[in-house]
Structure formats: structure tokens, C-alpha cells
């Protein structure tokens, strides 16, 4: 039987990036070669919103600045697609590897070049590799001021790349003031056995079996009884992307793992849960309340 939809909407997000600008394949593929390598993006970004189209539902596409540079029709299409677009970053450097000013600097310079590309006011910031945490909670008053409204770039899970465990499962303001500045909304998790279990996407959504990864959704709405973003890249719906040599086996499968299961799965959660573009969702808690 077709499950039903299942209310609240959730946040359906999207973070744009090469399959060759993933944090694990950072070690093997320097950034000086980008531009040299074929991309991919633009193809399986057309993947995305096509199947997005086909299940009539808006999502919150976070894009790199790179990509914006580089394919400006892109950028575009999300646009008109009706996605609301919002930014990860210029070049997908991790925050932790940043200083202040620097990352000020990137948040900025992203957020311009996707409002000029896109024609859109930008609100919304991801972190690459989820890298705000304990380490340098002075991030959020560096996106306040470069002008964003929110932040999802926490997870708040134990993982060896990212992840902070410590933070709260849901949307908090980092200034300690509810309404006041920028309010991350981390990534969805479902608590069990007294820690964090990721069931937000990425990586994850891949290994486990789709249902339970529906019966964990379920679950972290019924739990809270309020929406949870969920996120995927394009690159996980490109299952012939080029593979690159010589990295260790850890780094092989959660790159490469389940990506024909991929779209078929992404299918069935369009299909089973309600999703909406990330500033409706959650257009109570931004400051000026609009969407
Ligand atoms: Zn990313």
C-alpha cells in the first residue's frame, strides 16, 4: 500500500558540489586540478530537479560558489525551478581550516556571486563537511554578519569527519537568545540508546536499507513532532561518475556505495514524506518571518 504523507513538512536540501569536491576525496584530487577534470555537475543537478519536478516538491539547493562560476544556467534553472538557492561555501574548504576573517571572506564572496548569478536574495548557509561545531562556534557571528538569515550546518552526531554531538538536536540560536541572530537548524537525528543516530542523509541514507531509513524519519517525527531537513548531493545520483584511483577502502564505499540504489530510493521518501523548501519550513523562527 502507498503510505500516506506524512505531516509535518520536512526540508528537502540539497548541497551542489562536484563528485570530486567531497571532503574524503580531498586528499587525492588537489584543488589546483578542478578545472581541468570533466565536471558533472550540471548533469546530475538536471537529475535532481527533474525528479524533484516529477514529484512537484521545492527544495533548498545549497550551491558553491565554484559552481555558480561555472555554471551560471544552472544556478539559473534551480531559480526558475522555483528552489529556493542558498550557499555552501565558495570552494568547499572546511570551516575548522579557516580563520575568522577568512571565512567571513568566502561566506561573503558567495553569497554575492550566488545572488548576482541567481537574481535572488541568498539566506540560508551549509557548512562544507557539516564543519561548524565546538571548535569554532564563532562561525555563526561571522554568517550574521555577512548578511545570512539561518545555518544548517551542524549534525549533531559522532562521526570522524564532522559532526558535534553536544549540540541540540534541533533549531537553536547559537547566541545563546532565542530570535536573536542567525539560527542554525541542524540536521536531522533520531536519539537511541542514549546517542545521536544520523538519519539526515548523506552517506547514510545510502547504507541502510530504505525501510529503515522510513522507519527512523518516522520515528524522529513522531518523537519531536516537528520537521527535520534531509540531504543528499547530485553527485549520489551519478552512479558512473569516473572513479578515482588509488584511495583507502573506507573512503571507497562512502563515496561509492548504493549509488544505482540511489534515485530509486529518493523516489520513495519524495513519495512518503512531505517536503518543502528549507526558509518555508521554518519561516516562524527567521527573523523577519518572510518566505
Ligand atoms: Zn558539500
Same mark, same amino acid.
Given at each position: 500500500?502507498?503510505?500516506?504523507?506524512?505531516?509535518?513538512?520536512?526540508?528537502?536540501?540539497?548541497?551542489?558540489?562536484?563528485?570530486?569536491?567531497?571532503?574524503?576525496?580531498?586528499?587525492?584530487?588537489?584543488?589546483?586540478?578542478?578545472?581541468?577534470?570533466?565536471?558533472?555537475?550540471?548533469?546530475?543537478?538536471?537529475?535532481?530537479?527533474? $525528479?524533484?519536478?516529477?514529484?512537484?516538491?521545492?527544495?533548498?539547493?545549497?550551491?558553491?560558489?565554484?559552481?555558480?562560476?561555472?555554471?551560471?544556467?544552472?544556478?539559473?534553472?534551480?531559480?526558475?525551478?522555483?528552489?529556493?538557492?542558498?550557499?555552501?561555501?565558495?570552494?568547499?574548504?572546511?570551516?575548522?581550516?579557516?580563520?575568522?576573517?577568512?571565512?567571513?571572506?568566502?561566506?561573503?564572496?558567495?553569497?554575492?556571486?550566488?545572488?548576482?548569478?541567481?537574481?535572488?536574495?541568498?539566506?540560508?548557509?551549509?557548512?562544507?563537511?557539516?564543519?561548524? &561545531?565546538?571548535?569554532?562556534?564563532?562561525?555563526?557571528?561571522?554568517?550574521?554578519?555577512?548578511?545570512?538569515?539561518?545555518?544548517?550546518?551542524?549534525?549533531?552526531?559522532?562521526?570522524?569527519?564532522?559532526?558535534?554531538?553536544?549540540?541540540?538536536?534541533?533549531?537553536?540560536?547559537?547566541?545563546?537568545?532565542?530570535?536573536?541572530?542567525?539560527?542554525?537548524?541542524?540536521?536531522?537525528? $533520531?536519539?537511541? &540508546?542514549?546517542?545521536?543516530?544520523?538519519?539526515?542523509?548523506?552517506?547514510?541514507?545510502?547504507?541502510?536499507?530504505?525501510?529503515?531509513?522510513?522507519?527512523?524519519?518516522?520515528?524522529?517525527?513522531?518523537?519531536?513532532?516537528?520537521?527535520?531537513?534531509?540531504?543528499?548531493?547530485?553527485?549520489?545520483?551519478?552512479?558512473?561518475?569516473?572513479?578515482?584511483?588509488?584511495?583507502?577502502?573506507?573512503?571507497?564505499?562512502?563515496?561509492?556505495?548504493?549509488?544505482?540504489?540511489?534515485?530509486?530510493?529518493?523516489?520513495?521518501?519524495?513519495?512518503?514524506?512531505?517536503?518543502?523548501?528549507?526558509?518555508?519550513?521554518?519561516?516562524?523562527?527567521?527573523?523577519?518571518?518572510?518566505?
Amino acid at each position: 500500500m502507498v503510505a500516506s504523507v506524512v505531516k509535518p513538512c520536512n526540508a528537502l536540501t540539497v548541497d551542489v558540489e562536484e563528485y570530486f569536491q567531497v571532503a574524503a576525496l580531498a586528499p587525492y584530487i588537489e584543488r589546483q586540478q578542478w578545472d581541468r577534470l570533466s565536471g558533472r555537475v550540471a548533469e546530475s543537478t538536471w537529475r535532481v530537479l527533474n $525528479l524533484l519536478a516529477r514529484h512537484e516538491v521545492k527544495a533548498t539547493f545549497f550551491v558553491l560558489g565554484w559552481v555558480a562560476q561555472h555554471h551560471p544556467d544552472l544556478v539559473r534553472a534551480i531559480v526558475a525551478s522555483g528552489h529556493e538557492l542558498a550557499s555552501h561555501g565558495m570552494e568547499h574548504i572546511r570551516v575548522t581550516q579557516q580563520s575568522p576573517e577568512e571565512f567571513l571572506a568566502d561566506a561573503r564572496r558567495s553569497r554575492d556571486i550566488l545572488e548576482e548569478v541567481g537574481g535572488v536574495a541568498v539566506r540560508g548557509y551549509r557548512a562544507s563537511t557539516y564543519s561548524i &561545531g565546538k571548535r569554532n562556534p564563532w562561525a555563526f557571528d561571522v554568517l550574521n554578519g555577512a548578511g545570512y538569515k539561518y545555518s544548517s550546518s551542524v549534525y549533531p552526531i559522532r562521526h570522524d569527519l564532522y559532526g558535534w554531538p553536544e549540540a541540540p538536536r534541533g533549531p537553536f540560536w547559537p547566541s545563546g537568545v532565542a530570535g536573536q541572530g542567525i539560527v542554525e537548524i541542524p540536521v536531522a537525528t $533520531l536519539p537511541m &540508546g542514549g546517542r545521536c543516530f544520523p538519519c539526515g542523509g548523506g552517506g547514510f541514507f545510502r547504507l541502510y536499507p530504505y525501510w529503515f531509513s522510513r522507519w527512523a524519519w518516522q520515528r524522529v517525527q513522531k518523537l519531536d513532532e516537528q520537521p527535520g531537513p534531509f540531504y543528499f548531493h547530485p553527485w549520489e545520483l551519478d552512479p558512473d561518475q569516473p572513479r578515482v584511483a588509488g584511495i583507502g577502502w573506507k573512503t571507497r564505499v562512502r563515496h561509492y556505495l548504493n549509488l544505482r540504489r540511489m534515485e530509486g530510493r529518493l523516489d520513495m521518501l519524495l513519495r512518503d514524506f512531505c517536503w518543502e523548501r528549507m526558509e518555508r519550513v521554518y519561516a516562524s523562527l527567521l527573523r523577519d518571518g518572510s518566505a
